[in-house]
């Protein structure tokens, strides 16, 4: 085997940390692992800039547990809420959890016992806890904002499955149970927004705006944002009013420098966009000047390249800012509008 160049390695290290599917590790249980776990040493400085403070892990059963991350001397570790997941999973010395994170807060956590098998109970745990929570309540948790669609009696459904990327920087709404419309979704609740089976679009829009938070919105990796930054971001989102399917993404370095290549979040490539490599429009609100970028498929992603770099100088974005991209055309070409959030000002347009 021949030993990569230090260029190569270099590319390799920013690939994995910035576009592979998901970041993997283990931990055996040993000490006392009951009511906190640390994260491993080397994964500690990626994630203090990606994850919230607040995650979720999911178990083999599809169950979530809500558990806070907590920074002490330098180390990351899952506090409260951590003692509950391995209650319910009945974790013991010498047990080996897989943890595979899949970005916007999400882990997959699988159980093995001493011998490296999966211990099959934990394929039948559920959450007790959230199982108590109403129906409205659990359709809110379980909320993605992807667009506002026109007005319709039809407007959302509830839809019984579930994705392993969460809610991914696009916007829609999901709840874990059977397919029904919007219409009677709020007949049957307390929120009577409609009348003879019919919502105004403006009264959607009021109910987007209560649900919508940042733990909601799915970004290709997200980063920590400090309360009145989250404030003005979700703002930002709100007052872009969008009609047509879209995601948000933060600006990270390789984004608007070197090698200049925009992840699309996977969730919104696969429902919206083709899947072979071809131009995409994009331009700013009003019309006006536009950028053809080549969007790039490839096995482990696909993104914006080539004009790209072009659009970024042109919009002075840099490092922190956010980009809302709304598809607005996708027949003969696919055109987004592209919305700017200046993160280091607080200005959005």
Avoid at 126 to 148: A, G, L, P, T, Y
Avoid at 210 to 236: A, D, Q, V
């Amino acid at each position: 085997m021949v030993d990569d160049c230090e260029s190569c390695k270099q590319w390799k290290e920013h690939y994995y940390w910035d576009h592979a599917k998901s970041i993997n590790f283990f931990k055996v249980m040993n000490g006392d692992f009951s009511k906190q776990m640390g994260v491993p040493e080397k994964l500690t400085s990626h994630f203090c800039k990606v994850l919230p403070q607040n995650i979720e892990l999911k178990g083999p059963s599809g169950d979530s547990w809500s558990v806070k991350m907590v920074k002490m001397n330098g180390s990351l570790w899952f506090g409260n809420g951590w003692k509950e997941f391995v209650e319910a999973h009945c974790v013991e010395m010498g047990d080996v959890l897989v943890f595979k994170y899949y970005g916007n807060s999400f882990f997959d956590v699988l159980v093995m016992d001493g011998s490296g098998c999966e211990k099959v109970p934990s394929y039948f745990v559920k959450n007790k806890k959230k199982q108590k929570i109403e129906c409205v309540e659990r359709v809110e948790d379980s909320v993605e904002i992807i667009h506002v669609p026109p007005c319709s009696p039809t407007l959302v459904e509830c839809d019984s499955s579930s994705s392993s990327d969460g809610v991914q920087s696009e916007i829609h709404y999901r709840a874990n149970q059977s397919k029904r419309n919007f219409t009677n979704y709020m007949k049957n609740t307390d929120q009577k927004i409609a009348n003879d089976h019919r919502v105004e679009q403006e009264q959607v829009e009021v109910l987007v705006q209560k649900k919508l938070s940042l733990e909601n919105i799915i970004m290709s990796r997200k980063k920590c944002f400090t309360p009145s930054e989250e404030k003005s971001l979700l703002l930002f989102v709100q007052s872009v009013r969008p009609k047509h399917p879209f995601f948000v993404s933060y600006m990270h370095l390789s984004y608007v420098s070197k090698r200049f290549f925009l992840t699309v979040p996977s969730a919104f490539a696969s429902a919206y966009l083709p899947d072979t490599t071809q131009q995409i429009v994009l331009q700013r609100p009003g019309g006006g000047k536009k950028w053809s970028v080549i969007y790039l498929v490839q096995k482990i992603a696909a993104g914006f390249s080539g004009q790209w770099k072009q659009f970024v100088n042109d919009n002075n974005l840099e490092e922190g800012d956010i980009c809302l991209f709304e598809l607005v055309e996708n027949k003969k070409k696919i055109r987004m509008s592209v919305h700017f959030w200046q993160r280091r000002t607080g200005d959005g347009s």
